[in-house]
């Protein structure tokens, strides 16, 4: 039997916030001599988000070296996934291996029936946090939008205004979407608007031809 651990930082402030690569690994090196368990083996994802687990070498090499008997350790659940279905993947796909998830900061150790149930508890509660924070910044993003704040990418039609952060119209490019809007009011299709716009002339901001996705965007379609 052995420990197999499994850690992972997706920005630079879970390293200020104390969870990062080093702090995970101690306390699951910690957790396995407390248990009498060898020195874990410890795979690692670095700058990965914990909504997709596609993406994770580290998470899937380490999924595949686990054996019956052993014990799979991370930090805690967050630092496994942020879908609670995942989550639940993973401790059926354990479970049918016969070994077991154990997450230190939730004190969880599914090699027992509380553990389990908790387990599914504690996912749950995973997955509402991820969709509160997901919330939270779409309602920030929404709220500068509506200021005429700049949030990302300039979107077509505008350009950043002398303070660097709110957006104004650019006369050029309004020009081109109330044109394609007129062409769109006559029930064109956006391929053949991105066509009569080249044959006015018009340019997209690259000095391209526009493509039925370019119009697609500028309307909002």
């Known amino acids: 039997?052995?420990?197999v651990g499994y850690i992972r930082v997706s920005t630079q402030g879970q390293v200020n916030d104390g969870v990062s690569l080093d702090a995970q690994q101690s306390k699951i090196r910690s957790w396995a001599e407390l248990?009498?368990?060898d020195c874990p083996t410890i795979f690692t994802d670095a700058g990965i988000s914990g909504s997709q687990v596609d993406n994770r070498e580290g998470?899937?090499?380490?999924?595949d070296s686990v054996r019956k008997g052993d014990a799979f350790v991370v930090y805690s659940l967050s630092r496994l996934t942020r879908s609670t279905k995942t989550t639940l993947e993973i401790a059926d796909m354990l479970n049918q291996k016969g070994a077991d998830l154990v997450s230190i900061s939730e004190q969880l150790d599914t090699s027992s029936a509380a553990g389990k149930m908790l387990f599914r508890m504690l996912a749950v509660l995973n997955e509402f946090e991820r969709d509160q924070i997901v919330?939270?910044?779409k309602a920030a993003l929404n709220y500068k939008q509506q200021n005429g704040?700049?949030?990302g990418g300039i979107r077509y039609g505008y350009s950043v205004g002398e303070d660097g952060k709110t957006l104004v119209e650019n006369p050029e490019e309004q020009q081109v979407i109330h044109a394609a809007r007129d062409m769109r009011a006559q029930s064109m299709s956006l391929r053949r608007i991105a066509k009569e716009l080249t044959r006015r002339g018009f340019k997209s901001r690259t000095g391209n031809e526009f493509c039925a996705t370019q119009v697609k965007r500028m309307l909002v379609i």
Do not use: S
């Open 1 to 3: 039997m052995k420990v």
């Open 35 to 37: 248990n009498d368990y």
């Open 59 to 63: 998470l899937k090499t380490a999924l």
């Open 135 to 137: 919330e939270r910044t």
């Open 149 to 151: 704040e700049r949030t």
